[in-house]
């Protein structure tokens, strides 16, 4: 099967031009100037004139169908991964996570089970490890041979995903070891909790008290105490979902040094602040994640650290609940809030605001969004960039199309969105996935499953 995309402006993370693009079967084989290949027989020609040629973005951190003590996650490999098609993102990096007691291979065929046969894009997972009694390191080694190459370690939620800094010490120096990389949830989990428990019983039960009682100062100290502990094991290290300025400190003072660090952030934490979970009738839920939202200035500092490359990609933390039934649980009290957000498939078009606004670059934009992260994680140069070789996982991102995002658009299976009435300009049109076409006309057309399970390579430091 031969594809040709003609007259789309080919945009990567380094290039920038006017170009077509061969694709034969699920590859690009060839890109080259407008009607280089006009002689050519071909199945399938796609006219991209004044529309933007993206690599398909790829979401390092999302959360289908995540199991928590209460409920699970509302989104399943089906409806998470077809909103991320709408949305532009070919690729998702889903967490495994391991339950205390039980060995890590567990999660992993329970993950497997979930994804296979119904995620419609590609997808790969990392291991979150809870419990290093029943990980140890022949299975972290198999991890690798199975195709997973990054870990996750989570220092906020004692009793259930936190480890203790031994934990995190042994994993970063045998995750050196190994070429994995260690994906860090930075968080003083021990503090926090007394915090919380001393916010709830003195009868601040309303959803702001979620962010009062998780400060940013706590983030600062997790995140820095990491840093420590990965500078000593030898090991790279990356944070995920950075919210506030002490954090950010933390990760621009280590990479001024040289250091290993790369931390992400999201859209959440580039457009929302705290002031969204004061709203009136349990609207505030609504904006119930951890780490939680933060103050204007936080919003204003995480967009300097894009540009300053102090954070070097942006992935959603998609975990969605709905607020009627989900997030109503903590009606009476925040602590029962189910936490996390839906954005798995508006992610693009609110990186993309950020071009539109000045605040990033075009190429800058599709770095964050797909080229950095296909590096950290083992996809590049199958995934992340337009060049022979590369997946044909391409979208044909119209940039004058106006939207506004709202729960009655969406295609993700929450019944609300924290973005509603924001409006962008600037969306996909067209998604391609190892060439064929999945969504058309910003509507998915794809088909049961098709996404393929990703082996990723060992970590490669991207500097
Ligand atoms: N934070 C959330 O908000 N949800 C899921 C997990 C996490 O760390
Ligand atoms: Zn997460």
Redesign the pocket.
Known sequence: MRTVIQNGRIVTATDDFTGDILIEDEQITSVGAPGSFAALACEQVLDARNKYVLPGAIDVHT?ME?P?PTTI?SDDFETGTIAAACGGTTTILD?ANQQRGRPIEQALTSWHLKADDRAVIDYGFHMTITDLENAPEEALDAMIDAGITTFKL?M??PGT?MVDDETIYRVLRHAARLGALVMV?AENGIAIDYIVRETAASGHTEPRYHALSRPALLEGEATRRVITLATLAEAPVYI??VTCIPALQAIAAARGEGLPVWGETCPQYLYLDASRLALPDFEGAKY????PLRQPADIEALWQGLRRRELSVVST?H?PFHWHGQKELGREDFTKI????PGVEHRVMLLYKGVRAGRLTLNHFVELISTMPARLFGLFPRKGTIAPGSDADLVLFDPDKRLTISAANQHQRVDYTPYEGIEVQGAPETVLLRGRVIVRGGEYVGGKGGGQYLFRKRFSAPF
Do not use: E, K
């Open positions: 959360h995540l928590l996650a967490f989570l906020a939620y995903f949830h995920v979902h119930v994640c951890t780490p933390d975990a189910p936490n996390g957000l």
